[in-house]
């Protein structure tokens, strides 16, 4: 039932005047007195409860994160002991991996080698670039070369026929003609070799630009492997990086498991031994489970005050941070987490502290704890109906300042069902219950107040 924990709590309140009731409750075939039962009433009145939700708690490293190693290899040093402060990155200690460190180097030569290349490729582009331009003034000059030879034999191709004119018609010797002839002749072959040598320079321009963009092909060749002998110089400069052990955040050393020396060989599958543990301890969280009938009133926000016996019952105040957002299927309570700053330290991981959250039930119907009886862990109201009491079963739920808050009622023979809801119009019997019972004729007096 929900508030039964309330109820108990008011039950103490109550039983002075209830107690022999509680005790000895009145048979339902009682016979009813003749005289009807001067009693007071008084009728449900909506008001705000203020209560809180109290439960133990633990105080907690607001980090608390395990230091391992992730390849096997020695502790070659150590640099802090446990209870040292660190600082975020900070050296704690350093390992030997000889097998991690040859790699590296072997990684850094292989990029030294395939940054040569990259050099090498480029200055035989240089080369091929500088032969091609030397090339083309060769073809400028072997076609200028065409053309003269190209002019110098259509001049001795002319005076050729004429000179073999002017032999037939006796005006020249054989020996003038011969002359003629070479002379065409020679300048056939020079024209030839002229238009020879320009077909030999363009081939060697072809050549040189053929290299050219070898060159080119081998320079993005080497500049591939160049990237990936960085990308593999980087990956074992990043793995040589797992010799030094630091630390994750500023905190403090409260774990130490090696000493000089130690092999370790990280499990493969199983649960690794830490070298260290840090704990950050600037701040800390405060663990409090909340059951489940209180689980909707603790939420980010809401005001906490904090008692720490261990510390004189030092009084600390600050508000829900964040809470799991679902039960525990197995506790049925809701994680709730406590963010307390921490600078001097005092307060210690592993503290246990008493957590009271404030919460409040809005338009609570709430009547005076003396109008409630319990009996069989079973809380009861007479409800007066045309001048009789009629007992009733109530859900009671808050408990604030000798108030009670009644969530529900329906008759007092009736053990299922649903629960009817309180209007706030009805007249509760306040006091001396012990003497009613169902069906009692009463005699109202003025309204309690």
């Not at 197995?330 to 404030?358: F, K, Q």
Request: aromatic share 4%.
């Amino acid at each position: 039932m929900r508030g039964h924990l309330a109820s108990l709590a008011l039950l103490a309140a109550v039983a002075g005047c209830n107690k022999e009731t509680a005790l000895k409750p009145v048979p339902a075939d009682a016979a009813l007195p003749d005289a009807p039962i001067r009693v007071a009433v008084t009728s449900p009145k909506k008001q705000t409860l203020a209560w809180g939700i109290e439960q133990p708690g633990s105080i907690q490293a607001y980090e608390s994160t395990p230091v391992v190693a992730k390849f096997p290899g020695y502790v070659r040093q150590l640099f802090v002991d446990i209870g040292d402060k660190v600082k975020k990155g900070q050296l704690l200690a350093k390992l030997s991996i000889p097998e991690v460190e040859v790699e590296s180097q072997q990684k850094a030569a292989l990029l030294e080698m395939a940054t040569a290349e990259v050099a090498l490729a480029r200055r035989n582009a240089e080369v091929a670039t500088e032969t091609a331009k030397a090339v083309e003034p060769l073809i400028a000059v072997g076609r200028a070369n065409v053309d003269k030879a190209t002019a110098d034999s259509a001049r001795w191709d002319s005076e050729w026929k004429r000179s073999k004119d002017l032999f037939t018609k006796k005006l020249i010797d054989e020996q003038q003609l011969d002359e003629a002839m070479r002379q065409a002749a020679a300048a056939v072959a020079a024209k030839a070799a002229a238009e020879a040598n320009v077909l030999a320079a363009r081939a060697n321009l072809k050549e040189a630009q053929a290299k050219i963009a070898r060159a080119e092909a081998e320079i993005a060749v080497a500049l591939g492997k160049e990237k990936v002998a960085g990308a593999s110089a980087k990956l074992a400069l990043a793995l040589l990086d797992y010799t030094d052990i630091r630390a994750p955040f500023d905190g403090v050393v409260t774990s130490r498991q090696v000493h000089t020396g130690h092999f370790l060989q990280p499990s493969s599958g199983g649960k690794v031994e830490p070298l260290f543990v840090v704990a950050r301890l600037d701040t800390v969280r405060v663990f409090v489970e909340v059951p489940e009938n209180q689980a909707e009133k603790a939420v980010p926000g809401a005001a906490v005050a904090i008692r720490i016996p261990a510390l004189a019952n030092r009084d600390v105040v600050g508000a829900v941070t964040r809470t799991a957002g679902v039960l525990s299927p197995e506790s049925r309570t809701l994680r709730v987490e406590i963010d307390l700053p921490n600078p001097d330290g005092t307060l210690r991981p592993g503290l246990y502290c008493n957590v009271r959250i404030a919460a409040t039930s809005a338009d609570a119907q709430v009547v005076p704890a003396a109008a409630v009886l319990f009996a069989d862990e079973t809380a009861y109201c007479y409800q007066i109906e045309d001048g009789k009491a009629k007992k009733l079963r109530v859900q009671v739920g808050r408990a604030d300042k000798g108030n009670l808050e009644l969530l529900g009622k329906r008759p007092a023979g009736t053990t299922s069902g649903a629960w009817q809801p309180i209007a706030g119009t009805e007249q509760i019997a306040v006091g001396n219950l012990g003497a009613l019972v169902d069906g009692q004729a009463v005699q109202v007096e003025t309204p309690a107040k």
